[in-house]
């Protein structure tokens, strides 16, 4: 269950709740991913220098929102006014690799990033996803170009080794503030077929419907359709469109569309291609705009979808698990066993995070699997953590093991308990008691008061 969101946010900051945006109020079963891609965050150079140092304000609401319902940030990446988040369930982890992140600049001919793109990839139970967040440009007359950035964004490479290309990608999403807009049609007729909901008037105007009746490269993308008014532009805080002097026309310029390999591979083989073989497939379940979001003069879009995959991974790479009972009081053990083909590094680390950790570096301490290693054997392995570093007041953690050579989680344990330093704690009431036993005279009179 994925819920991708694309918004054009106007440079403006987080809104005060996201709950409708999010569907954490839906009656039916929880995402396990969110995919959110806004365009024009907040860019000036102060802004963005010190959002290069530290997560910017959207990172971190967004972080704030979903980390205490148990989603972690899994990757992001940010070009000037893009910014693409994923934030995952921690229970598919370990089964989430190869994650790779990139951007393309098409603003003033490659120079600037103000347009572009901005992807995110990675291998899924083993087959290849990839989300592509794209603002490209404005303007009616400007829809050559829009296609020519977008081919542009498309060609791009990832760096390093037996990584696909976008379009080899079994799942590739792309979405943003593509800026398409209603050709031919003059804004009366648009405001009213959109006033009596008759969308479908408009169809076949929009730039993008039209591009991909043209374009090859098009035609293998899908999109739901277009049943909610277009996005942009309203006046802020409003559902009213333009009442500027430039009154622009409505247009749907905020999409999602997605692209299955698989199916562009076999369109032509008609009835040869069974559909057991398929092991990858993607249902729209809902394509909505939230019309109650008035921050900017876009509305933002959601889409819903169910991936069904055929697991081509079932076995996380690491198993791991606290030791005995642990306690802030003593030095703690961590037991975990790796399957045969698993090549580790001087530089995997297991690390203690809090339940409702935010990021991978979001860790409480760690420990270096060899430089910490008490123990080892073909079956198993053993770690040690030092008192020192365990939290004095305990609570509720969880083990997650990061693989150098992934770059990524390749383990994670079940949440388990550590007991509170209870010498700590009873050093500390003995020492509140003393100071309130110690409490002056006088204080009486003003209790009394």
Not at 18 to 30: E, M
Not at 90 to 96: A, E, G, T
Request: aromatic residues 12%; negative net charge; hydrophobic residues 40%.
């Amino acid at each position: 269950r994925l819920h991708l969101v694309t918004w054009n946010v106007g440079t403006a900051s987080p809104p005060p709740d996201v709950t409708s945006l999010l569907q954490l109020n839906s009656l039916g079963p929880t995402m396990d991913m969110y995919v959110i891609g806004l365009q024009e965050v907040n860019s000036r150079i102060t802004n963005f220098l010190s959002d290069l140092a530290f997560d910017d304000p959207w990172s971190i609401f967004f972080m704030t929102v979903l980390s205490p319902l148990g989603y972690i940030k899994l990757s992001s990446v940010r070009m000037q006014g893009l910014l693409l988040l994923v934030f995952v369930k921690h229970v598919h982890l370990p089964f989430i690799r190869d994650i790779h992140t990139h951007y393309t600049r098409t603003g003033l001919y490659g120079y600037w990033g103000n347009k572009g793109g901005v992807t995110v990839r990675m291998a899924l139970y083993g087959h290849t996803i990839c989300f592509m967040n794209c603002h490209l440009p404005a303007h009616i007359e400007n829809t050559e170009q829009r296609l020519d950035d977008f081919e542009k964004i498309l060609e791009m490479q990832f760096e390093g080794e037996n990584i696909p290309s976008t379009l080899d990608h079994d799942v590739l999403f792309w979405f943003g503030d593509l800026n398409f807009r209603i050709a031919d049609y003059g804004i009366h007729f648009v405001r009213e077929s959109i006033n009596n909901k008759r969308y479908n008037l408009l169809w076949e105007k929009d730039q993008l419907n039209m591009a991909k009746k043209k374009e090859a490269f098009l035609q293998e993308f899908i999109e739901g359709p277009l049943q909610f008014k277009p996005t942009y532009k309203f006046d802020l805080y409003s559902d009213v469109y333009d009442t500027s002097e430039k009154k622009r026309k409505p247009a749907w310029t905020d999409r999602i569309l997605w692209r299955v390999k698989n199916l562009c591979q076999h369109a032509s083989k008609e009835d040869e291609f069974a559909a057991e073989e398929q092991t990858i497939s993607v249902t729209l379940n809902n394509y909505i705009s939230h019309m109650s979001y008035g921050i900017s003069d876009h509305k933002p879009v959601t889409g819903t979808f169910g991936l069904e995959l055929k697991p081509l991974l079932s076995d996380p790479l690491v198993m791991l698990n606290p030791e005995g009972e642990w306690s802030a009081e003593h030095d703690v053990l961590i037991n975990y066993s790796a399957v045969p083909e698993f090549s580790s590094s001087a530089w995997d680390w297991i690390g203690l995070f809090k339940v409702a950790f935010r990021h991978v570096n979001d860790y409480v301490t760690y420990a270096w699997v060899e430089d910490d290693e008490i123990s080892s054997n073909k079956d198993r392995k053993q770690v040690y953590m030092s008192a020192a570093e365990i939290p004095d007041m305990g609570g509720e953690f969880l083990l997650c093991y990061y693989s150098n050579n992934f770059q990524s989680i390749v383990g994670i344990s079940q949440p388990f308990q550590i007991q509170p330093n209870r010498t700590l704690m009873e050093k500390d009431l003995t020492q509140e008691e003393n100071s309130w036993m110690q409490k002056p005279d006088n204080l009486e009179s003003h209790d009394e008061f």
